[in-house]
Antibody
């Protein structure tokens, strides 16, 4: 079975940095496109960004709200994806989900909570 | 404010049919991009319910169906059950000046009366 496990969430002050990880198993990770999606407390879903497979150039795309501050990377040898979040803002407070792509978001992790507050 | 528009809530009695709309624009649904639907049970992560407008992943009950026309899509639950009480989100793809992006609806809370 596909399993995605996020980790690294926590409490940070505005302007700080945090790195989230997603450990994947149950599928051929190196061939997968992966995305991060976040959900603010009590609100809806927002796509954060994605990374394509190495075979497809390992290119990344980001939502306008995080472009230039967040960076997605992957380590196919460890079946992990990371989200480096810099210059955090209070509006980045959300549960962050790791998902599989492409097209639709077929599999989701359980999410990790990031709180940005002074 | 979400790019795709959904009603905040819909309700129905057990056994009834409910439909959730998802309205987009010529930049996303109307551009021909597929619409996908997700179900989020209370306290859980979202789960894929319908993909590519009207396809159900293995394990999703047949009472869930989807359709798409023009700049809109809809999710229908035929024969509503108590366990269907959840939040439902539509998702599509859009292109803006800063590049491609996935877009979501604001979610619809389904209440079983």
């Amino acid at each position: 079975d596909v399993q995605l496990v996020e980790s690294g969430g926590g409490l940070k002050k505005p302007g700080g940095s945090l790195r989230l990880s997603c450990a994947a198993s149950g599928f051929t990770f190196r061939s997968a496109w992966m995305s991060w999606v976040r959900q603010t407390p009590g609100k809806g879903l927002e796509w954060v960004g994605r990374i394509k497979s190495k075979a497809d150039g390992e290119t990344t795309d980001y939502a306008a709200a995080v472009k230039g501050r967040f960076t997605i990377s992957r380590d196919d040898s460890k079946n992990t994806m990371s989200l480096q979040m810099n210059s955090l803002k209070t509006e980045d407070t959300a549960v962050y989900y790791c998902t599989t792509e492409p097209g639709f978001l077929g599999n989701w992790g359980q999410g990790t909570l990031v709180t940005v507050s002074a | 404010q979400s790019v795709l528009t959904q009603p905040p809530s819909v309700s129905g009695a057990p056994g009834q049919r409910v439909t959730i709309s998802c309205t987009g624009s010529s930049s996303n649904i109307g551009a021909g991009y597929d619409v996908h639907w997700y179900q989020q049970l209370p306290g859980r992560a979202p789960k894929l319910l319908i993909y590519a407008n009207n396809n159900r992943p293995s394990g999703v009950p047949g009472r869930f169906s989807g359709s798409k026309s023009g700049t809109s899509a809809s999710l229908t639950i035929t024969g509503l059950q108590a366990e269907d009480e959840a939040d439902y989100y539509c998702q599509s793809y859009g292109t803006i000046f800063s590049g491609p992006k996935w877009v979501f609806g604001g979610g619809t809370r389904v209440t079983v009366l």
